[in-house]
């Protein structure tokens, strides 16, 4: 049987303890493979990130440039709106992508965001 493949924006976050690059990479990394393992993603067609203003020291875009070599697909990378009890020290993500699954993965305290 073939799959139904389908344009789909797939979310996810991901929160880090500390603002640093090596915890930012970690996270970032983590969501990405989890959100990989978890839909049939057949064709990437944009990556948007959203960040807290509390996370300064590494674009989260960088981190998948640079250590999975994808330089070919087209990344953005903004600031999160601030609200009141707004949580901080979160990492969205946006995936534009031709898939058969839309699976949503939220990991560590971003896990609160949808429950």
């Given at each position: ?59 989260p ?30 990492i ?20 609160q965001?949808?429950?």
């Amino acid at each position: 049987m073939e799959k139904d493949y389908k344009i789909y924006g797939i979310r996810g976050a991901t929160s880090i303890e500390e603002d640093t690059a090596t915890l930012i990479t970690e996270r970032v990394l983590e969501l990405w493979n989890e959100i990989t393992s978890k839909n049939d993603i057949t064709r990437i067609i944009s990556v948007i990130f959203s960040l807290t203003s509390d996370i300064k020291s590494l674009n989260p875009a960088t981190v998948l440039r640079k250590t999975l070599n994808l330089d070919s697909i087209p990344f953005m990378c903004l600031s999160e709106s601030e609200f009141e009890n707004s949580p901080t020290k979160i990492i969205r993500v946006l995936i534009i992508c031709e898939s058969s699954t839309p699976n949503f993965v939220y990991l560590h305290k971003a896990s609160q965001l949808r429950k």
